[in-house]
């Protein structure tokens, strides 16, 4: 597992924030999705950002790890919701679909906007040094 320090040192730390949610959940809910996110030790990252769970990726593990606890952060988009025309997009397609036209639009996707947008989660205030 990695300390914080080191995942923030791969970062911008200004660009780095950490969310947690506002209200408590029962412990019932919470060992209901560890269990389930401990199922998921050693799948494939979903390079492609389907929604199913052969493979996950980062928003999407976030996502259905509070799904379990009955917890939707946020309603789930389809990638022509999004702003694919920006060129720090564009080149992320390109680089996991090769072209803009393999892209399934109708995908269910959640982006990390979408999770930090939610109001069911606050940010975790940074310690001073």
Same mark, same amino acid.
């Given at each position: 597992m990695?300390?914080?320090e080191?995942?923030?040192? =791969?970062?911008?730390? &200004? !660009?780095? /924030? !950490?969310?947690?949610?506002?209200?408590? #959940? /029962?412990?019932?809910?919470? =060992?209901?999705?560890r &269990?389930?996110? /401990? %199922?998921?030790?050693?799948?494939? *990252?979903?390079?492609?950002?389907?929604?199913?769970?052969?493979? +996950?990726?980062? @928003?999407? +593990?976030?996502?259905?790890? *509070?799904?379990?606890?009955? #917890? &939707?952060?946020?309603?789930?988009?389809?990638?022509?919701?999004?702003? +694919?025309?920006?060129?720090?997009? =564009?080149? #992320? #397609?390109?680089?996991?679909?090769?072209?803009?036209?393999? $892209?399934?639009?109708?995908?269910?996707?959640?982006?990390? @906007?979408? +999770? %930090?947008? @939610?109001?069911? $989660?606050?940010?975790?205030? =940074?310690?001073?040094?």
């Amino acid at each position: 597992m990695l300390r914080l320090e080191v995942l923030m040192a =791969r970062g911008r730390k &200004e !660009a780095f /924030t !950490a969310l947690r949610l506002k209200a408590d #959940i /029962t412990p019932d809910a919470y =060992r209901k999705a560890r &269990e389930w996110a /401990t %199922a998921q030790i050693g799948r494939d *990252y979903d390079v492609r950002f389907g929604w199913d769970d052969k493979k +996950l990726y980062c @928003s999407e +593990l976030v996502w259905k790890f *509070y799904q379990q606890a009955g #917890i &939707e952060l946020c309603p789930p988009r389809k990638f022509r919701d999004y702003d +694919l025309q920006r060129p720090e997009v =564009r080149k #992320i #397609i390109e680089q996991h679909y090769g072209r803009m036209d393999r $892209l399934e639009m109708d995908e269910k996707v959640v982006a990390p @906007s979408d +999770l %930090a947008a @939610s109001k069911l $989660l606050m940010e975790v205030p =940074r310690k001073k040094k």
